[in-house]
Every structure is written in structure tokens, then in C-alpha cells.
């Protein structure tokens, strides 16, 4: 196996509904291209067909465009002049319809002719097929798997590896072994004026799937959104769609969805991941959160293992069918828990579905998983006693970093040098405050043992000695004055770079007024605020690139995250300056918002750059979108009330949505004025 650096991904066709994906170039071709080493269909984290070439009359089309009017869903357009005649509109085509399901993909391919003569042609599909893993493709694959061979039956190929098994079966051609695959061939008459259709699918079953694709219908609702400001609805369309496509289930709970982190390379449940994800959305209901919260709590930790990183009480972070084998040592269990916040998210996500609606019998249900999520925090996430949450992989060959930064250079002070852990970062501390506060709240309210008035008092007393802490130990002054630092390092020392981590502290209750707006003038200085949204890291630190993975690129549910704590703290201009950054990032990746975008400024780039090997689409991307509309409409929840409060962002244009719930009762959210900065398009 030979390798290569890690596919790029921006200029590629994504078409998926989760577990199944197929990356082609813009005409559909598989393979052959400079971009090509992400090219596939994916079925369950593993390739299956390599390479894909399609001939008529002995040529390939020419490719004049392409649509996706859906997630799972490309029509590609071609032009069969070789076939035509001479004059100057174009009157032979070939369209290529692609579709994918949670069991497979196919194409169907159908030659258009205008002429007033039939046309007698023949049309070869060749597939490359493989049985590659996700994991090894990433890190840059060679070769296929050697000895892999199509058993051929009829009008049915079959081949099988890394435990699955792959069946293609073709309508109207013939198939034919060769060296890389099959070759499906078949005659064509093209009636004048009309048109001829051949078609192949793909099948696969996965023996030792973890998780699947999801069956039933979507767990939200669909508001329709209408504003002066065409971006926002534009964005949340394509978002929802999207999201659609990734839905899934675990292998054990069917009945149970959750959004799969995102395609290409996270096909599967993420705790951080998917809780965001669902906190986002719960204007448009409470049924994702409660599935989520329900897979989580089913996988929560009961003992200690330092390999897995299991815990008592603490939340999971990623679940794969298989051992995680990374270049740099890492080597991450097909269960691992290697996270230090999802526990104290999943939390503040039970108590949010709470105030949204969801059902009282569902939350009790919750309780003993609520009460073993807050001991964590205590007894294991504060690995030192100090009374603050602290990371530090006890394995050796875990993430290094288990925040949601969690690349190897995430935490480093402003020279660029790294921090030593065990590391205790900001966010973290706000997560767990607000999560030992509204944990409490959830104890006195739906509380049945006659111990949980006393506990919640315990939380609160603990969430105070938290935030004292934060306060004494965090802050740090500067020629622009006082903010958080990133972390304390392992010896307790202020980690003094600045980054969007700040944003995450916004709402949780951690801050007074007078630090949240100090840390919302941070948040809207030219040194984070790219004109595309939040940059991970200040351009005034030495380590800053705008292309570098966590340290000053711009990820959109961050941003998102500080937009909802801004507005809510009432710092409404620097909300709407990010707000338009994202809309404006937005247009540039027509609506399709990646995992990550450069945190090159406005004033340098007409549109936004792409990280190239970012994942899209994204489940907590997509989710900023809702997310957006949350703080431009300032939706808070009142479930006692069974309405929703509006405080909207001021000057934003009229805004007006149908389709959101509190609960099961659809709340009707009439026309109001809201804001996006000075650059909006109104």
C-alpha cells in the first residue's frame, strides 16, 4: 500500500444519505483526477467501487452541468456531439440520474435524442471495484486490496471485504469481468425525437455494522421561513436536506436516531457532535434531542478503563465498527470515550430539550443517567481536585486533546509552543458550571428519590465553587485589557492565546456583566472576527495560519455558538457582524456550509476558501443555520407557557416562520425586525 497526504474534498460531488456516500468528480467519473483519491462509493465507512467511466459510441460525454436538488440526489448533465449532427444546437444528451439510500447507490443513464433519426450506439460503464476502509483513505490509499474479484452471476456481480459484502445488479446491460472490476455493456436504439434508459444499483450489507441508516421519518419539524434577507432561509433549506441524509441508528437501537457527524470521514455517532447538533435544533422539536440523549445514556460509562477512557457516569465520544488507526500513534477503540465535555453538554442538552417541551415521562426516565453524568463531573473529570475539569489521555495512544479542538496543536500559548497537560479549558468550565446549575434545576423539578432536593443544593454549591475558581485562575490582562485564557496548562499556568473558545462561555451563566463584554469586544475584533465568522485563534498569535485545522481557520457551529451567547447577553452588533459573516460564507458555498472554512479576512477574499479536506456536509454546520435563526428571531423556549418568546435581534429585516414547536403544539412565529450587521444584503 503506498501513501498519499489526506484527499481533498471541496471540489468533489457528495451525494449520501447516511451510511452510504459516493464522491465523484462534477461529471460523475470516479478516479482519473488529480482530485480524485476521495472519488468512491462508500457504504459503511468502506469503498466499495473505486473507479466509474462511462463510453457512448465509444467516447465520454461532455460534461455541461450539474444539479443535486437533494442531499441523496445529482443529476448530471453531458452532451453527445460525436453522435449529433452538424449544426450548432446541441441534440444528443446523455443524463446521468444518481441517487443513494442507506443500503446503496446507483445510476440510471438515459440518452436524449432530438433528431429525426434513430440512433444505434453502444454504452459501457466500467467499475473499478474495492473494499477499502475509510480510515486508510484518509491517510492516503494505494492500491486496492490484491485478489479482490467480481464473482459474476447473469446480471449480478458480487465481491466482499472488511466485512462487507458488495451486489451489483445492472438493467439492460450485459456484464463482463476485467482486470479492476466489471464492465457493464449494452446496445442502444434511441428512437427519434425520444429516448433510451439502462440502469445499475449497488447493494451492501455490513456484518459488523455499529451503526445504520435511519429508516423513519425526520424528528423535527420544517418551518418555512420567510425574510428580506434571502441568505438565512436559503441556507436553513439546504441545511435541513442535509441533515435529512444523515440521520442514523445504532445497530441495537433502531427506533433511536441521531445526526452522524459528517461525511466524509465521521459517518457515525459523535457525542459532542451529535449533542450540539441537536441542542440547535430544538426550536423544531424535541424528538432528535430525546433520541439523542437516550443513545448516549445507553452507552454511558460504568467502569474504569484506561483504554477506552471509560469512566463511571461520563458520555461517550465516537463509536466505530473498528479499531481507529492514525498515522501518529493514535489508535482509538471502536467505542471510545476520549471526550472531557460531551458529559457535561449532554446535561445542559437534557435540560434545554426540558425547557423546549419534551415530555416529562421521557426526562424521569433520564434522571438516573443525570445523576451518574454529574457525579463525573466531580468524581473523574476533576482529575486533580482542584475544582476544575482537566483532560489527559491515560492510554498513551488516545487524543492527545479532548475538547472540541482536539488536534495536536489546539492549546498553545500566543509564542506558538504547546501546552502540557493534564489541560483545563475554558469552555469546559463554563459547561460544567451550567450543567451543575441546570442539572439542579431538573432535580427540584422532576426529582421522585427523597434524596434529590439535597442533591440539587450540592450542584449548586459545586457549580459556585466552579465559577469562583474560574474567576480566580482564568483571566489574564493585556495592552487591550482583561480576557480568559484558553486553558491551564499542567501546572496551572494561564495559556495565554486568544481564540473563539471564548464565545462557548456566553450563557452558560459563567461570566458577570461587566466579562461578557469584555469577551464580547474580543469576539468582534479584526483579530477573530474574519468577515466569514470567528477565527479559532487571534491573527495575533504566532501560531495563527488561516488554513491550520483549529488554529485560525473558521468553524461554523463555533461561530454559531458564540452568535447564541452574544445575543442572549445582549450584545447584539458583534452578533449581527458574525451572523453576516456566516450568511456571507454561506452564499460562497452555496448554502452547503463545510466543517471548516479559511480564516482569511473579507477584505483579502472575495468569497470564502475552502479548507480543502473539510468535511461537508456537516451536521453541527448544518445546524448553525437554525441556530442563526434562534438568535435573529431571539427564540427562547417556555414550555410551562407552551409559546415562544420573541426578543429579536433589531434591524434584521422582516423575519417571520411557521413550523416551529414547543412540545408537540406548533407555535406561529409572526413577522419581526431583526438584525444582521452593516454589511447584509436587505
Known sequence: ?????????????????????????????LGGTAGGAIHGLYVSDVRLVRGLRVTVGGRPAEHIGTGSPAADRARIQGLLRHLDDPTPDPGVRLVLDRAVDA???????????????????????????????????????????????????????????????????????????????????????????????????????????????????????????????????????????????????????????????????????????????????????????????????????????????????????????QTLVIDDGTSLPPLYYGTVDATALWICLLHDAWRWGMPVDELRALLPALRRALDWMRDHGDADGDGLLEYVDRSGHGLANQGWKDSGDSVQWRDGTLAEGPIALCEVQAYAYEAAMHGADLLDVLGELPTDGALAEHWRSWAGALRERFHA??????????????????????VDTVTSNLGHL???????????????????????????????????????????????????????????????????????SLIDGLLRAAEGFDYRMPELHSGDPVSEVAAPVPYPAACRPQAWSAASSVAVLTAVMGLEPDAAAGAVGTSPLPGFGAVSARGLRIGDAEARIGATEARIGAGAHV
Not at 501513501?3 to 461529471?27: K, T, Y
Open 473 to 494: 485562575s482564568f483571566w489574564i490582562d493585556d495592552a487591550e485589557g482583561a480576557y480568559p485564557a484558553i486553558a491551564l496548562d499542567a501546572n496551572k499556568r494561564r
Open 1 to 29: 500500500m503506498t501513501h498519499s497526504p489526506q484527499p481533498l474534498l471541496h471540489d468533489a460531488l457528495a451525494v449520501l444519505r447516511a451510511p452510504s456516500q459516493f464522491w465523484s468528480a462534477a461529471d460523475g467519473t
Open 103 to 321: 443500503h446503496g447507490a446507483g445510476d440510471t443513464l438515459t440518452v436524449r435524442n432530438r433528431r429525426d433519426i434513430a440512433i444505434e450506439t453502444e454504452i459501457v460503464i466500467e467499475i473499478d471495484i474495492d473494499a477499502t476502509v475509510m480510515d486508510v483513505i484518509k491517510q492516503g490509499a494505494g492500491d486496492a486490496p490484491a485478489g479482490l474479484v467480481a464473482a459474476l452471476d447473469g446480471d449480478r456481480a458480487t465481491w466482499a471485504g472488511e466485512n462487507v459484502t458488495a451486489t451489483l445488479t445492472a438493467t439492460g446491460l450485459r456484464l463482463e469481468r476485467t482486470p479492476a472490476g466489471v464492465a457493464l455493456r449494452g446496445a442502444l436504439v434511441v428512437p427519434a425525437g425520444g429516448e433510451a434508459a439502462v440502469s445499475w444499483r449497488l447493494d451492501a450489507v455490513d456484518a459488523i455494522a455499529a451503526v445504520r441508516g435511519a429508516d423513519s421519518p425526520v424528528p423535527w419539524s420544517v418551518p418555512s421561513v420567510e425574510a428580506a434577507d434571502q441568505r438565512l432561509p436559503r441556507w436553513l433549506a439546504r441545511s435541513l436536506a442535509d441533515l435529512d441524509a444523515l440521520r442514523m441508528t445504532t445497530a441495537q437501537h433502531p427506533d433511536q436516531q441521531f445526526l452522524a457527524a459528517g461525511a466524509p470521514w465521521f459517518f457515525t455517532l459523535f457525542g459532542r457532535d451529535s449533542i450540539w447538533a441537536a441542542r440547535f435544533l430544538l426550536p423544531l422539536g424535541t424528538r432528535l434531542a430525546g433520541d439523542t440523549l437516550r443513545v448516549l445514556a445507553g452507552l454511558q460509562g460504568t467502569e474504569m478503563v484506561d483504554d477506552t477512557a471509560e469512566e463511571p457516569g461520563k458520555i461517550m465520544h465516537e463509536l466505530r465498527r
Open 506 to 576: 456566553l450563557g452558560t451563566g459563567i461570566l458577570d456583566a461587566e466579562q461578557s463584554a469584555l469577551v464580547a469586544r474580543r469576539l468582534g475584533s479584526a483579530q477573530l472576527d474574519s468577515g466569514y465568522g470567528l477565527r479559532t485563534m487571534s491573527t495575533e498569535s504566532e501560531g495563527y495560519w488561516p488554513l491550520s485545522y483549529h488554529g485560525g481557520s473558521v468553524w461554523t457551529h463555533d461561530t454559531a455558538i458564540a452568535v447564541l451567547g452574544l445575543a442572549r447577553e445582549g450584545h447584539h452588533e458583534v452578533a449581527s
